[in-house]
């Protein structure tokens, strides 16, 4: 247990529906990233959140977005859903003590995305 | 760029048997660092490993370990006496600016 939560498990919707995936770090960690990972694209870094504010951007469509709460949780929205954006979906989560290149990323179990 | 390359799709090892997975990285940073990823196929990606750049020593933890050629840009995970447990898909990851860039994975199957 790497101590990131991530809700739902699974989520099955339709096309051109709105989900919200949700992201609780471990316990102390200020930074969240999402990752995206599908068979034909492989893992994707998304975003990057630190203590609330965005740091970095990656291949994330526009019609996603993400936030960090004061509380450090973080969720991802996805709008108009298509067939293409079922992946799983990962949150992992880093106190960035050392500076950066050595801060191990603790990923959460994912949240699988069904687009029918 | 950041890019990772792991030109192995599958591998086959035996119970007991040591298994090297290839990893090899392109990056101009001078400054960087390399994990590797363990993915059940529950689904949760495991740590398992971390090499920095300027770390002189090769990473060790328990049975894995990383050998690391910096001239060559490679950076190998080597099990040691495999277990059936150890069949997952393995990631080699590069840490650079606020990000982790993964390879395609590979994915290794242990028999008895």
């Known amino acids: 247990d790497s101590g990131v939560t991530q809700t739902p498990k699974h989520l099955i919707t339709a096309t051109g529906q709105r989900v919200t995936l949700r992201c609780s770090p471990r316990?102390?960690?200020?930074?969240v990233y999402w990752y995206q990972q599908s068979l034909d694209q492989g893992l994707q870094f998304l975003i990057h959140?630190?203590?609330?504010?965005?740091?970095a951007k990656g291949n994330i469509l526009e019609r996603f977005s993400a936030q960090q709460f004061p509380d450090l949780h973080s969720e991802l929205n996805l709008s108009s859903l298509e067939l293409g954006d079922s992946a799983l979906y990962f949150c992992?989560?880093?106190?960035?003590?050392?500076?950066?290149?050595?801060?191990?990323?603790?990923f959460g179990p994912g949240t699988r995305l069904t687009v029918l | 760029a950041q890019k990772i390359t792991q030109t192995q799709p599958g591998m086959f090892v035996q119970e007991k048997e040591a298994v090297t997975l290839d990893c090899t990285y392109d990056?101009?940073?001078?400054?960087?660092?390399l994990f590797w990823y363990k993915q059940p196929s529950s689904g949760e990606m495991i740590f398992l490993i971390y090499?920095?750049?300027?770390?002189?020593q090769n990473a060790t933890e328990g049975r894995y370990s990383l050998n690391f050629q910096k001239a060559r840009k490679s950076a190998n995970l080597v099990i040691s006496a495999s277990q059936l447990g150890d069949s997952a898909m393995y990631f080699c990851?590069?840490?650079?600016?606020?990000?982790?860039?993964f390879g395609t994975g590979t994915r290794l199957l242990v028999s008895p």
């Open positions: 992992a989560s880093s106190d960035e003590t050392s500076g950066g290149l050595s801060d191990e990323q603790f």
């Open positions: 316990s102390g960690d200020l930074s």
């Open positions: 959140y630190y203590n609330g504010e965005e740091r």
């Open positions: 990056t101009s940073d001078q400054s960087y660092g």
């Open positions: 090499q920095g750049s300027y770390d002189e």
């Open positions: 990851a590069m840490r650079g600016f606020q990000k982790l860039v």
